[in-house]
């Protein structure tokens, strides 16, 4: 029940999960189930949690410009480390979405229940439950705001939140 749209470039070694909605250019990524980007913008060399948006023309970066290796938030740290690798995308955590012209970082992590828009490059570690855009600043996003849109997103498809999930949520906020 996965939906690839019309013109879009889908690159090798890219995963699209069920119930997915993906266009404009995409390589080396993963989308797991219910998850958008619909739009035009690329993204690579990424991996997108379930139930999550990517507005129109949301981009991301996956090489740097110098070609040197990509750092990337790490939970376990605290902090940045160095990957290794050349070539990083987006890590976006469940529930995440992303407004309209969303630009990330190369190696971005956006935790869960996220709601990143506005002008400019993104900060490259953006916490779960925060709402808004490295220009803008970020807030806390409130949990009983964050699972209406959740409840609501998932309606859409007849679908509901599970206790299970929301104590999760809860540990996490």
């Known amino acids: 029940n996965a939906m690839v749209a019309f013109g879009a470039k889908i690159r090798a070694n890219t995963t699209i999960g069920p119930c997915c909605r993906v266009g404009g250019e995409v390589g080396n990524a993963v989308?797991?189930?219910?998850?958008?980007?619909?739009?035009?913008?690329?993204?690579?060399?990424?991996?997108?949690?379930?139930?999550?948006?990517?507005?129109?023309?949301?981009?991301?970066?996956?090489?740097?410009?110098?070609?040197?290796?990509?750092?990337?938030?790490?939970?376990?740290?605290?902090?940045?480390?160095?990957?290794?690798?050349?070539?990083?995308?987006?890590?976006?955590?469940?529930?995440?979405?992303?407004?309209?012209?969303?630009?990330?970082?190369?190696?971005?992590?956006?935790?869960?229940?996220?709601?990143?828009?506005?002008?400019?490059?993104?900060?490259?570690?953006i916490p779960s439950f925060a709402w808004g855009g490295k220009a803008e600043g970020y807030q806390p996003y409130r949990f009983d705001k964050a699972v209406e849109v959740i409840n609501a997103t998932m309606e859409r498809r007849s679908l509901s939140l599970e206790e299970k999930d929301l104590a999760i949520l809860k540990y996490i906020a």
Not at 74 to 82: F, H, R, T, V
Not at 105 to 120: D, F, H, K, L, R
């Open 31 to 125: 989308f797991h189930a219910y998850s958008n980007k619909a739009h035009d913008g690329f993204l690579g060399n990424s991996y997108i949690g379930e139930w999550c948006n990517l507005g129109a023309n949301t981009n991301n970066s996956n090489l740097k410009n110098n070609y040197n290796t990509v750092s990337l938030y790490s939970y376990a740290l605290g902090g940045l480390y160095d990957t290794g690798e050349t070539f990083c995308g987006t890590f976006m955590g469940d529930y995440t979405k992303a407004g309209i012209s969303t630009m990330f970082n190369t190696g971005t992590v956006a935790g869960v229940c996220s709601n990143v828009y506005g002008s400019g490059f993104q900060d490259k570690f």
